[in-house]
């Protein structure tokens, strides 16, 4: 175990109700990080909670955005994603889920309750909790640096650039697990 640079479409979306944040303030400044239109917003007693619409990954340019990701990083691992392009939204969540060896792939998995936090007014002052869990087509290397946050969201914005091409690099997030 350790920390790792996890990068991944986000599956779910989770902030505390404790949060002392009106809920719009909250979706405003999570919404200019996430596309919060590819996702359904619920909630319960504890938690505002967004789940990636089925829709989504059932998109035809799911699995060719995954593969342009993979021409960029590891060229030799875009065929091994071709099984996800016949698996409904929930099938690949449940796949994501399977442990690497069961599934023979490294390149795609469920990585869950990884916390950032997010500005949630114009003088950067208020941050509000985020937990978030991602399908992950990236976990690489041992962290051991705790100041990576700003080349992070650069790493972000970049995939994101990809947008009209790829609808769900709106989704995109990258993280450090622990």
């Given at each position: 175990m350790?920390?790792?640079?996890a990068?991944?479409v986000?599956q779910?979306i ?5 949060e002392?944040?009106k ?10 990080k996430?596309d919060l ?5 619920i909630?319960n ?8 619409k089925d829709?989504?990954l ?6 060719p955005?995954?593969k342009?990701?993979?021409r960029y990083?590891d060229?030799?691992?875009v ?15 449940n796949?994501?889920?399977e442990?690497p060896i069961?599934k ?10 990884l916390?950032?936090?997010?500005y ?6 208020h ?7 991602m ?10 640096m705790e100041?990576?946050?700003d ?10 650039l ?15 697990t622990?």
């Amino acid at each position: 175990m350790g920390t790792y640079l996890a990068t991944g479409v986000v599956q779910s979306i989770r902030i505390p109700k404790e949060e002392k944040v009106k809920l719009e303030t909250m979706k405003d400044a999570l919404g200019l990080k996430v596309d919060l239109g590819k996702f359904d917003f619920i909630e319960n007693d504890n938690w505002y909670i967004w789940e990636i619409k089925d829709s989504v990954l059932e998109d035809k340019t799911f699995v060719p955005f995954l593969k342009q990701q993979f021409r960029y990083y590891d060229p030799s691992k875009v065929n091994e994603l071709d099984q996800l392009a016949s698996m409904s939204a929930q099938e690949i969540k449940n796949f994501a889920k399977e442990q690497p060896i069961i599934k023979g792939t490294y390149c795609f998995q469920f990585v869950k309750n990884l916390i950032d936090w997010e500005y949630v007014d114009d003088i950067r002052y208020h941050t509000v909790d985020v937990y978030y869990n991602m399908l992950c087509f990236f976990i690489d290397g041992k962290i051991i640096m705790e100041c990576y946050n700003d080349i992070l969201h650069y790493f972000e914005e970049l995939i994101r650039l990809q947008k009209k091409e790829y609808p769900i690099a709106t989704c995109v997030k990258v993280m450090i697990t622990s």
